[in-house]
Nanobody, 122 residues
Framework: VQLQASGGGLVQTGGSLRLSCAAS????????LGWFHQGPGTERELVGA????????QYADSVKGRFTISSANGENAVYLQMNSLKPEDTGVYYC????????????????WGLGTLVTVSS
């Protein structure tokens, strides 16, 4: 299984970026795909996730109204549109897949992708 993340970069405060995750190697029916953020010196935390079958979404409070997760099942891809970026959004963003729907901290992640770095300058 491969989860290939891309789209990171350097952006100014208030700017936007769109991250992409290309998923391959298995069917993700019954799974959710999510984006996790790891800032400098912090633990990875979920910022957004989407169920593969239903398209139900889940967001961290810190990104609600700013980030939008979407999927293109026919392309086996998941996207994270990030608007109104803040310096605290800086970090590595990882694409991940886990069975089931609603994610709670500590839940088992089945697959991790390599991250993509986002840097938001102030």
């Amino acid at each position: 299984v491969q989860l290939q993340a891309s789209g990171g970069g350097l952006v100014q405060t208030g700017g936007s970026l769109r991250l992409s995750c290309a998923a391959s190697g298995r069917t993700f029916s019954g799974f959710s795909l999510g984006w996790f953020h790891q800032g400098p010196g912090t633990e990875r935390e979920l910022v957004g996730a989407i169920t593969w079958n239903e398209g139900d979404t889940q967001y961290a409070d810190s990104v609600k109204g700013r980030f939008t997760i979407s999927s293109a099942n026919g392309e086996n891809a998941v996207y994270l549109q990030m608007n109104s970026l803040k310096p605290e959004d800086t970090g590595v963003y990882y694409c991940a897949a886990y069975p089931g729907s609603y994610y709670v901290d500590g839940d088992q992640i089945a697959y991790w992708g390599l991250g993509t770095l986002v840097t938001v300058s102030s």
